[in-house]
């Protein structure tokens, strides 16, 4: 059993950052890939940005793409994701993930984290 501790989130003004981390209690082939899924209320949970252990590819949706970056610490076993130029609309809870397919998608991931929100203020 693999577990995420997550850490970060918080609330911020529109335009502003957070870092959000997830430490992974060990890398295995079911945890080949990690990312970060956001759930505003009311809303599927939708990936918004994932990376691989090896190689380290990443993928970011459409939404963050420019703003959000992924990256990943192999000797610490943490994937980063670093939210600049925060909108009101990326307010949502953020879940790390980890799952042995990359692209990440929600029905392949085989851990969660516990969540985290971020809320950003208008």
């Known amino acids: 059993q693999v577990q995420l501790v997550e850490s970060g989130g918080g609330l911020v003004q529109a335009g502003g950052s957070l870092r959000l981390s997830c430490a992974a209690s060990?890398?295995?082939?079911?945890?080949?890939?990690m990312g970060w899924f956001s759930q505003a209320p009311g809303k599927e949970r939708e990936c918004v940005a994932a990376i691989t252990w090896i190689g380290g590819s990443t993928y970011y949706a459409d939404s963050v793409k420019g703003r959000f970056t992924i990256s990943r610490d192999k000797d610490k076993s943490t994937v980063y994701l670093q939210m600049n130029s925060l909108k009101p609309e990326d307010t949502a809870v953020y879940y790390c993930?980890?799952?042995?397919?990359?692209?990440?998608?929600?029905?392949?991931?085989?851990?969660w984290g516990q969540g985290t929100q971020v809320t950003v203020s208008s």
């Open positions: 060990a890398r295995t082939s079911s945890t080949y890939a």
């Open positions: 993930a980890a799952g042995p397919v990359y692209p990440l998608s929600s029905k392949y991931v085989t851990y």
